[in-house]
């Protein structure tokens, strides 16, 4: 444990925590866009998996990682057109086609992934932006000011984010349609052409974030996203559905995983027991969960219900 | 009209599954083989002969049972994605059971077993239920986090006190047990082939499953909390103990796939690959495709158990005659996922359909006999 506790390896292990909550976090942010217009959309984790292999896919091919990212936004954006058909306009329980487009991911960027590289071949990793000034703060701009180009667009999409759903007339409607989708219709609100915005913008973040993983981890692997995109949406319940919160648990996680890494790497935990810290983000989620719940007066209070007009 | 209005409800879950199929042959195809000697290869594998007809059954088994506590819990409105987890606590504890007791003969040691794994199941069934009832806990979420934690701990088991002694004299350390007493083996019931004691199993499963859904008041309460929770709690019923009951139920199904099928396995053993996918071969989730194809039914969870079972067994001979990934048949799985759900709203609106159109016939009778009789 001792060998833990030095300056330059925390300061790593803190470093490597806010690198590593980037896809948390923007996969996240995403789905709070979704949530608090009402839609809960649980196939995160296919359509990250998605957005992962297109994005490594096409780094592989183009050593272009600008590219990698924006086809992984698209695809993204394309996994929301099916999503948004099914609920929207089939009106198709949102939590089971939600676990629908999940099994598509999974197991159509296994199938491509199988059958266009085959054997895991790296890519080109994100390069490092140190921000001038800030970054020569000793230990804290190590940590925080150090990072990729990609870690800084997601935390800058928190203030964005929040700004969006609290001060805006798009973000008024988000919320309206989220909380009585019919009251908002009687004022002329398109209930769903707002679900579909935050739908399209919830998928392609989504998107994103498989790309984002991906290219910072360098290669690809069959479900590589080992449940990311499920955490992601609790992640949403546990931030208190505003970009802030989100922005912690998102840290937290982050934080946690890049401690579990140090500690096998270091030998800390090693063996079996490694099997028992794995789980630990797991069970914290699970404790969060009933925790929130307690107190979630904040929920909103459409989540999941479809809209159609009385007729 | 008559045709649509008796066999709609068959006619659209087949849809869906064409439809996939349709879309998975387009891939086939954008990937350079030929899709319908795949789907030859597919269903020659599945269904071909007597062996093929045997490892689907036997591949349908697990899925079968899930489905049926699938089925209890949808209907309940408790939507349950813990399969994995439960399948998982369930092949645990009836496997440490096992481990535990002394030479029993088979008539014994099986029945002991099958409990296990259903009080497993069932314990990590209401963990989430219980997490949803009193707590207000989304079940969806705390059920993929069960998930995760339970093969963390089937991880950890077979890693360190569960594992084989043989695996650690030898320095090779697979995570595994050691074979499981021979008297606990399913027997097979068909010479030479895999068909075991496990298919009856999950025939009889969904046999009572249908029974308690439908000639139980609980069943009768269960259906009624998922129907509507706010008139089945002002009717009195217990609408919390019913979440609970439902999803303890369905864990239980879960646990009862897990113990067939650790002691149905070739090995007859517990073994992990230490993935998040690990030994069950997706289940949990094939599970909820199956029961939601067969309409939330039972009984007909059964062929469409067999059905998906099969596209499983027959996606590896595919895979072998066309080199196409078996993991077409998982992505595939996922669009009749979204195929099903969406055509209950396609379903519901052929149903207005078909009852306005009787409503305008009925009403032209009754005005033609006015006019005749006035």
Known sequence: MGEFFTISVLIATFASGVRLATPYLLAALGETLGQRSGVLNLGVDGVMLMGAFFGYWTVLETGSRLLGVLIGILVGLLMGVIYAIATLVFKADQGISGIGIFLFGLGFSELLFLEQVGTPRSIPSFEKLKIPLLGDIPKVGEILFNHTLIVYIAIALVPLLTWLINSTTFGLNVRSVGETPSAADSLGVNVNKIRTMTILAGNAMAGLAGAALTIQLGTFQNNITNGIGFIAVALVYFGGWKPGGVLAGSLLYGLLTAIITKWKTLGIVSGATASLTTMAPAVLTVIALAVIARRSTTTPTALTIPFSRGD | ?374
């Open chain 2, 1 to 374: 009209m008559i045709f649509l209005r008796k066999f709609h409800g068959l006619l659209i879950p087949l849809g869906a599954v064409i439809s996939a199929l349709a879309i998975g042959a387009l891939i086939i195809a954008i990937l350079g083989a030929n899709p319908f000697e795949g789907y030859l290869k597919l269903l020659e594998g599945a269904f071909g002969d007597g062996d093929a007809l045997a490892d689907t059954a036997v591949r349908a088994m697990p899925i079968l049972l899930v489905g049926v506590g699938i089925c209890i819990a949808f209907r309940a409105q408790v939507i349950n994605i813990g399969g994995e987890g439960q399948i998982v606590s369930g092949a645990l504890l009836s496997t440490v059971v096992a481990l535990n007791l002394p030479d029993l003969p088979a008539i014994i040691i099986i029945p002991i077993v099958v409990i296990a794994g259903i009080v497993g199941g069932g314990i990590w069934g209401a963990i989430p239920g219980a997490l949803k009832a009193y707590m207000g806990v989304n079940e969806i979420l705390s059920t993929i986090m069960l998930n995760i934690v339970a093969i963390q701990i089937m991880n950890y088991l077979l890693r360190a006190p569960l594992i084989d002694p043989v695996e650690i004299e030898r320095g090779t350390r697979i995570p595994q047990t050691e074979r499981l007493s021979e008297s606990s083996d399913l027997p097979i019931l068909i010479d030479g082939t895999r068909f075991h004691l496990g298919v009856i199993i999950a025939l009889v499963a969904a046999i009572i499953g249908w029974l308690f859904l439908w000639r139980t008041t609980l069943g009768f309460k269960v259906r009624a909390v998922g129907h509507n929770a706010n008139a089945a709690n002002y009717a009195g019923m217990p609408v919390k103990k019913m979440t609970m009951l439902a999803m303890t139920y369905s864990g239980a199904m879960c646990g009862l796939a897990g113990t067939v099928l650790v002691f149905g396995s070739q090995s007859h053993r517990l073994i992990t690959d230490g993935s998040s996918l690990g030994f069950t071969g997706s289940a949990g989730f094939n599970g909820i495709v199956a029961a939601l194809f067969g309409g939330l039914h039972p009984l007909w969870t059964i062929p469409s158990s067999f059905l998906f079972g099969g596209l499983l067994v027959g996606a590896n001979a595919m895979q072998r005659a066309i080199q196409i990934p078996s993991s077409l048949v998982v992505g595939l799985n996922g669009l009749v996922v979204i195929f099903v759900v969406c055509s209950t709203n396609i379903r519901e609106r052929i149903q207005r359909m078909i009852t306005i159109s009787e409503e305008t016939t009925q009403s032209d009778t009754f005005t033609r006999t006015r006019a005749t009789n006035g």
